[in-house]
Structures are given as C-alpha cells and as structure tokens.
C-alpha cells in the first residue's frame, strides 16, 4: 500500500555480496546530494571511519531536523536564535539476544541565543528534541537527550 505525503523524499541503495564481505554504496536520492557514499560492515560496526554508515546519516539527519525544530521552539518563547550548532551522537551496539540496534541518539547544541536563561534554553532543548520528527520517528526505540549549552 502506498502512503501519500505532502512532501516526499527518496534515497536508494545497492548492496553486492554478504554482510560483512559486502560492499555496498547509496545511489542517488531525491537532491542528488547523496550518491556515490560507500558503505561497509567495517564501517558501521566502527573498524573504518572512513566510510559512512546508516547511522552516519540518521545522526545526520537527526542533527538537521532537531536544529530546525529548536529554532521553532526558540521563536515561540521570543528568543530568536543567532545561531545553533547541532551535533548528534548516534549509537550503534549489539542487541541482547543477538542482532544490532540504535540505541541511542545524544543531541548537543551550542547556542548563540538573546534573551533567555541557561534553563530555559535547556527546556527548550528538551522540548526540541521530543518534537522534532525524526525524534518522533525514534521514540520507543532510541534513547534521545538533549544537551544544551548558551555561548
């Protein structure tokens, strides 16, 4: 069954042998930003940094959508950010009972913020990181925190 949204976005990708003799690369998406991104079991199991992996990319992800929705948050308590600097740390670990999961997703953000506190950038940070929806995607399955910082 296919779903229709208002906005709808596509990444591929190409997978060529076993897991972790494989190779495989993401093609092409919706941009055309991501293509030609190799992709190896010694990647995402962390013996190559070299490569990325998919949770490279929801770190990625997660970054982008959680700095958009804390700039909503801000603007809704009239406290425009100058700027915020997002990183997320994604984490990938062996489940119990066998298999791999996301386990969790830790949102740091460093902000240039006018007119308000320590305390209540940090509510907004942990507002943000609940509402935005790559977050609301996770929920259930990943730990998320948020961890705030004025500058």
Do not use: Y
């Not at 208002?6 to 076993?18: C, F, N, P």
């Not at 982008?64 to 929705?69: D, E, G, I, L, Y």
């Not at 489940?95 to 305390?119: A, D, H, P, R, T």
């Amino acid at each position: 069954m296919t779903k229709h949204a208002q906005s709808v976005h596509e990444a591929a990708a190409t997978w060529q042998g076993g897991l972790t003799d494989g190779t495989g690369s993401i093609t092409g998406s919706t941009s055309g930003k991501l293509k030609d991104l190799q992709l190896t079991w010694d990647a995402r199991s962390g013996a190559d940094n070299s490569l990325t992996t998919p949770e490279e990319l929801l770190a990625a992800a997660h970054a982008a959508c959680f700095a958009m929705a804390l700039a909503h948050e801000l603007q809704g308590r009239k406290a425009e950010p100058q700027k915020l600097d997002v990183t997320a740390h994604v984490g990938f670990d062996p489940k119990v009972g066998g298999g791999f999961q996301v386990s969790f997703s830790n949102l740091s953000v460093k902000g240039q913020v006018s007119g308000i506190s320590q305390e209540a950038f940090q509510e907004a940070v942990d507002q943000a990181a609940q509402g935005c929806p790559i977050s609301q995607a996770l929920m259930g399955n990943v730990e998320i925190n948020g961890v705030a910082e004025l500058v």
